[in-house]
C-alpha cells in the first residue's frame, strides 16, 4: 500500500505500509450485518532490493463494530466487502 504522505523515520523516508488485518462479518437476527475490524499499517520503505519495516511506528485501528463508524471506514468495508463477494462467485463458494 502506498502511503498517502510518507513519513520520516531516522532520516529515511518510509513512503509505504504494509498491512495486517483482520475482518470478521457477521449476520444479526433480523437479517442484517456488522463486522469488527482490526488493521495495523507498518510503514516499510524498499531500497536497492532491501525491505525495511518499522514495527514500532505502526498505526492501528479497531472497530468492535461498523455502527457509528465515519464516512470513510463504512467505504473502505464496502469496498472491500464487494471485492470479497467477487472472490467468493469465482471460486463457486
Known amino acids: 500500500m502506498n502511503a498517502s504522505n510518507p513519513i520520516q523515520i ?28 482490526a488493521a495495523r499499517f507498518i510503514p516499510t520503505r524498499v531500497e536497492s532490493g532491501e525491505v525495511e519495516m518499522d514495527d514500532s511506528a505502526a498505526k492501528c485501528f479497531a472497530l468492535g463494530s461498523l455502527s457509528g463508524s465515519d464516512d470513510p471506514t463504512l467505504t473502505a ?3 472491500i466487502s464487494a471485492a470479497l ?6 471460486k463457486g463458494l
Open 85 to 90: 463477494q467477487k472472490f467468493i462467485l469465482s
Open 77 to 79: 468495508v464496502a469496498e
Open 10 to 37: 531516522d532520516g529515511k523516508s518510509y513512503d509505504r505500509y504494509s498491512l495486517n488485518l483482520a475482518i470478521t462479518g457477521k449476520y444479526l437476527g433480523d437479517g442484517t450485518s456488522d463486522a469488527a475490524i
